[in-house]
């Protein structure tokens, strides 16, 4: 009986060996997506026939003796906010559901499947990539598989899930407000929040279909249940070969897990703490310190720069709306799930451009004063989010929503505080299992590392992850 939540090497190494076909594999993931998809609703569209088609492919390439990719066989689910060969992203959007269907991979899609990634099914996201949750008025809600009654995360959540489920070893997700690492940590799984620019995001949607722009703050990155299945997919989006695994013994390490005006629950912090002690017992020198960044000042910049980016494409539909209301306090409609009705999130859509400016600024001396850091430091070991998963909240708006922190209520907008770190300042973030709570929810920490400090965030994962056990199998 094939195992699905084996690891992808193990099921690669097992391709390579025949002792299994890639169409076997194929298949055991497709009923393994049945056996959980009404409780989870991960996955929201299949293309079966070219998989299949796929599969039998390279079982024939195989058998006669031709070489292969590094992901031969392997059967993995997309992200739907990318591009797929003949399942276009939607990305939760109405307007874009019944577009046409014949399309171009993505980039970071064409990379796997290059490698010879069987590519078969689409994950669920929010309108437009959009929350923190995954839901919209297509493909309805993804629930966390820890707990169905909460939420997965946003805007990779039908990714992870997937993955926590064992419906796929790989994903590709992408992030510009956490959503590559938000998901990982509510669902238990790892995400990589690349350097940004350090890869292609021709494909993906938001903006609209064809209208490509590299977006300020967005990234694109590989997801997996384990840190090694994430540095495998790492090198095949990059198209580099792995980094050999170092010692993390005498590396310097920083955990930042307080700071003014930015909420944590104690649970959250406690996982930073057991990070912070895995990594000292693997011989790092560890110190609770930070760079000298004000988090509000931070903040400040990131949502300046931010809210233009938003606002950039909207959906042809809206654009009347928009244009009847107030420049300085207008709505961005965000469709719920079918019982949810409409959810919205207020944002500034007319920032000033000098105000932009003043923004990018603020952000560039505060890049320069943690590249700084990171000359004494290796890496900083951060909270992914204030809170473990919380329930399902597709009621009012983005800004109006409040969550209990510890019994003290705290605005939905904090969310963003912790992951602002990453994002705003273009650096590169892993996110890794540290633990679970006492409810038996996962709980995460994010890895901080210079520009272009991937691999060596590896290093520290990898130890993080043996000392605290990794991905645990949820109960659905």
């Known amino acids: 009986m094939v195992d699905t939540y084996a690891t992808a090497r193990s099921m690669l190494a097992d ?28 996955v929201i569209a299949t293309d079966l026939a070219r998989a299949r088609k796929d599969a039998a492919a390279i079982d024939d390439a195989r058998a006669r003796g031709a070489a292969l990719g590094a992901l031969a066989g392997l059967p993995i689910t997309i992200k739907d906010g990318f591009d797929v060969e003949n399942m276009p992203a939607v990305s939760g959007n ?33 309108f437009m990539l959009s929350d923190i949750q995954s839901y919209n008025a297509i493909h309805g809600t993804t629930n966390n598989p820890y707990d169905t009654s909460k939420v997965p995360g946003g805007s990779s959540g039908g990714a992870a899930a997937a993955l926590a489920t064992g419906v796929t070893p790989l994903e590709i997700g992408s992030d510009i407000g956490g959503s590559l690492r ?68 005498g590396g310097r390490v920083a955990v930042w897990n307080e700071e003014p005006g930015w909420p944590l629950a104690r649970e959250v912090r406690v996982a930073t703490e057991r990070a912070a002690k895995a990594l000292g017992e693997a011989g790092a020198t560890v110190e609770f310190t930070k760079p000298d960044i004000s988090g509000a000042e931070l ?41 949810a009705g409409m959810a919205r999130f207020r944002y500034r859509a007319s920032t000033p451009y000098r105000e932009i400016v003043a923004a990018q600024i603020v952000r560039q001396r505060l890049k320069d004063r943690l590249a700084d850091f990171f000359t004494r430091y290796d890496a900083i070991v951060m909270p992914i989010d204030m809170v473990p998963p919380f329930a399902h909240l597709q009621e ?14 705290k605005p ?3 969310l963003l505080d ?19 709570t006492a409810e038996g929810l996962p709980v995460g920490v994010q890895i901080v590392g210079p520009w272009h400090g991937e691999d060596r965030l590896f290093d520290y994962a990898f130890a993080v992850e043996e000392r605290l056990g990794g991905f645990k199998r949820p109960p659905i």
């Open 15 to 42: 391709l390579a060996a025949k002792k299994i076909s890639a169409r076997e594999l194929l298949e055991a993931h497709v009923a393994r997506n049945g056996q959980i998809a009404k409780a989870v609703n991960a």
């Open 182 to 249: 938000h998901p990982a940590n509510f669902c238990g799984v790892t995400a990589l929040k690349t350097t940004w620019g350090s890869l292609d995001g021709r494909g993906h949607v938001p903006p609209s279909p064809g209208r490509y722009l590299e977006v300020d703050l967005g990234v694109y990155g590989p997801m997996a249940r384990n840190v090694d299945d994430l540095k495998l997919l790492w090198s095949v989006l990059r198209g580099t070969p792995e980094q050999k695994r170092r010692d993390i013994k």
């Open 299 to 339: 903040f400040d910049a990131y949502t300046t720069i931010l809210t233009p980016i938003v606002a950039f494409d909207f959906p042809e539909e809206l654009i009347a709306t928009f244009a009847a209301m107030r420049d300085t306090d207008r709505v961005l409609m965000n469709s719920g799930g079918p019982e």
């Open 94 to 126: 109405p307007a874009l559901a019944n577009g046409p269907k014949d399309c171009a991979d993505a980039a970071v899609v064409a990379s796997a499947r290059k490698q010879g990634a069987v590519i078969w099914g689409k994950t669920n996201v929010p």
């Open 396 to 409: 009012g708006s983005f800004a109006d929503r409040m969550l209990p922190v510890d019994n003290e209520m």
């Open 418 to 436: 912790w992951i602002s770190v990453g994002s705003a300042l273009h650096v590169p973030a892993l996110a890794v299992q540290a633990g679970q």
């Open 412 to 414: 939905y907008n904090d």
